[in-house]
């Protein structure tokens, strides 16, 4: 399986959630709502998931093996880091959009 683009749909400044990113596999399949989170000194990924009725949390989808997961983490972090560069040389398409960077209370 293939990472065939990677899109960053929103940048926050504040608070450990950093952004909100789409990734698309083999130009067949995309996962939306994967999270970009810096704590602890790193930045990791947190597949989109739902809430239980007893309050946890269950991914909606999630990679099977450790290879892909540091695969499919590094890239997304990756592309993060071009897109937060490109945000401050004024060259990300999330210029143009008023809210790109958002401050997000937790």
Do not use: Q
């Not at 004024?90 to 960077?101: Q, R």
């Amino acid at each position: 399986m293939t990472i065939t683009d990677i899109k960053i749909r929103k940048l926050f400044e504040d608070g450990p959630m950093k952004a909100v990113v789409s990734v698309t596999f083999d130009a067949a399949l995309a996962v939306h709502d994967i999270k970009v989170i810096y704590a602890r000194d790193r930045f990791f990924i947190v597949m989109p998931s739902r809430k239980n009725p007893d309050g946890t949390f269950r991914d909606i989808v999630h990679p099977i093996n450790v290879e892909f997961r540091t695969a499919l983490e590094e890239a997304v972090i990756s592309a993060y880091h071009a897109e937060v560069e490109a945000y401050e040389n004024g060259t990300s398409p999330l210029c143009k959009k008023e809210e790109a960077f958002e401050e997000v209370v937790l």
